[in-house]
């Protein structure tokens, strides 16, 4: 049975992964500081005798026996990881640093939860892993781009300097149940909003585009990359390639929740990427692995579970 640690596990992903995992007979060690995760993302994993929990941020040393190592502690959303910006870089640096010196001691295989924010806002559309991003090194979204690039770079130089067995994947926008509702990121903000009959909040002109990856194929991707033979590290694009602007997004949402929402214009965040959409060429030939779940699918589940959570 592989012993498996999962930093993050309480959050919207980590969980997802900590399902999965169980259900494909791994031992599952959850570590989380629940900044941004929940109790109540694990609850019903609590009492199965190979699920276990443990409170720690990983900005401190770990030490802990396992084989594998899925690290993906870090607030995703642009509200939370900016709350504590100094924080958000230590998670992902500090973070990575602990979490390679534990797979440096115990021999794990180690995996990095990355993102297509190392594109920054990219002059190459759709985005391959060849391409090096724009991204701005001292704006406020540079604590999650720069320390998720710094994150990569402590991979790779481990990998050449110390011989780790690193698999590194590049997420893309990812939605689905478990999702924070008040984390401000786009789905499940319009998706609250119409559901409260609350104004739906479009940043900009709603012409930027994002790509919307379903949970379930995500995790599909995860377990394929980690399952891929010693010496391929990525990084690969895991995300899917359907590509909308937010005005669509929010048409969408509002045609399959109904109710009476407005369209609303705001102010765009600075430096947000005006668009977004992965290659997956490489997902494709090294894991077999492609999307499944079409966005207006994708959607009626998330509505489902917003639904149910607001009561
Ligand atoms: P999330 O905020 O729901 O999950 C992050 C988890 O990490 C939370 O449970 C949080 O409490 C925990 N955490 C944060 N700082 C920590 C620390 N210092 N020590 C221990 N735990 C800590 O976000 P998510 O969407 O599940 O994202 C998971 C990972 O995937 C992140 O690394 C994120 O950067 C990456 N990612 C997600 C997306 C997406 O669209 N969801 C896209 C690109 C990359
Ligand atoms: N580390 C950890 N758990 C371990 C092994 C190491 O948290 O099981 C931390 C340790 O605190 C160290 C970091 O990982 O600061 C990097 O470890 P490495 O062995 O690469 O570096 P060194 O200990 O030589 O600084
Ligand atoms: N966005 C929006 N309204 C919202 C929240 C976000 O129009 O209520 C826009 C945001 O400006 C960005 C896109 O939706 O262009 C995706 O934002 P999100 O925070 O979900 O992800 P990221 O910018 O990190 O891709």
């Not at 969980?15 to 791994?26: A, E, K, T």
């Not at 694990?42 to 190592?69: C, S």
């Not at 990095?112 to 991204?135: F, I, K, L, M, N």
């Not at 939605?175 to 499940?188: A, E, F, I, T």
């Amino acid at each position: 049975m592989l012993k498996t640690l999962i930093t993050g596990g309480s959050g919207f992903l980590g969980s997802h992964l900590c399902d999965r995992l169980i259900r494909d007979g791994h031992d599952v060690l959850c570590v989380d500081n629940f900044f941004t995760g929940s109790k109540a993302n694990i609850a019903h994993l609590i009492g199965n005798p190979y699920f276990e929990v443990l409170r720690h941020d990983v900005t401190f040393p770990l030490y802990v026996e396992v084989d594998q190592i899925y690290n993906l502690a870090c607030p995703a959303s642009p509200i939370h990881y900016q709350h504590d910006p100094v924080q958000t870089t230590k998670t992902s640096v500090h973070g990575a640093i602990n979490m390679l010196g534990l797979a440096k001691r115990t021999k794990a295989r180690i995996f990095q939860a990355s993102t297509s924010e190392v594109y920054g806002d990219p002059e190459v559309h759709p985005q391959t892993e060849e391409y090096w991003g724009r991204v701005n090194p001292i704006g406020i979204r540079s604590c999650y781009d720069e320390g998720k690039r710094c994150a990569e770079t402590l991979f790779f130089d481990y990998h050449r300097q110390h011989d780790l067995d690193i698999k590194v994947v590049r997420i893309f926008n990812t939605y689905g149940p478990r999702m924070h509702p008040n984390d401000g990121r786009v789905v499940s903000n319009f998706i609250v909003q119409a559901l409260k009959g609350e104004d739906i909040t479009i940043f900009g002109d709603g012409q930027q585009t994002r790509s919307f990856c379903y949970v379930d194929d995500l995790i599909e991707g995860f377990v394929r990359m980690m399952g891929t033979e010693q010496g391929f590290t990525g990084p690969v694009n895991l995300g899917n390639p359907g590509e909308f602007t937010m005005l669509e997004l929010a048409e969408k949402v509002l045609q399959l929740v109904g109710g009476k929402s407005k369209l609303t214009f705001h102010l765009l965040p600075q430096d947000d990427p005006k668009q977004r959409q992965p290659d997956i060429a490489m997902a494709k030939s090294k894991l077999g692995w492609e999307p499944g779940v079409n966005l207006e699918d994708g959607l009626k589940e998330t509505i489902g579970y917003f639904r149910r959570l607001l009561g």
